[in-house]
């Protein structure tokens, strides 16, 4: 069983920057796709940033240039670095991990609120 923690959210004046970390248990995080997802209230939980399993990496339109995702695959460990936070940010973010047998784990959501 695959558990993920996430960390790093919490309350930042617009224009400020967090780095949200995803650590994962197990031994399938090399060869597992990571995603970045969040979900603001009364939306609906969208993709915010993937990394695969070999590095290459998908963002969201809204967040290009502003957020950078990375992996760490001697610690487990994905990030998610975000610059130039704006209000629209504000948003329960999920870490996610899909392994190459296509099961999808989620973890428990970091929050982080942007302020104007």
């Known amino acids: 069983q695959v558990q993920l923690v996430e960390s790093g959210g919490g309350l930042v004046q617009a224009g400020g920057s967090l780095r949200l970390s995803c650590a994962a248990s197990?031994?399938?995080?090399?060869?597992?796709?990571m995603g970045w997802y969040r979900q603001a209230p009364g939306k609906q939980r969208e993709l915010v940033a993937l990394i695969t399993s070999v590095g290459s990496t998908k963002y969201a339109d809204s967040v290009k240039g502003r957020f950078t995702v990375s992996r760490d695959n001697a610690k487990n460990t994905v990030f998610l670095q975000m610059n130039s936070l704006k209000p629209e940010d504000t948003a329960v973010y999920y870490c996610s991990l899909t392994t190459y047998l296509a099961y999808n784990y989620w973890g428990q959501g970091t929050q982080v609120t942007v302020s104007s």
């Open positions: 197990g031994s399938i995080f090399s060869t597992s796709n």
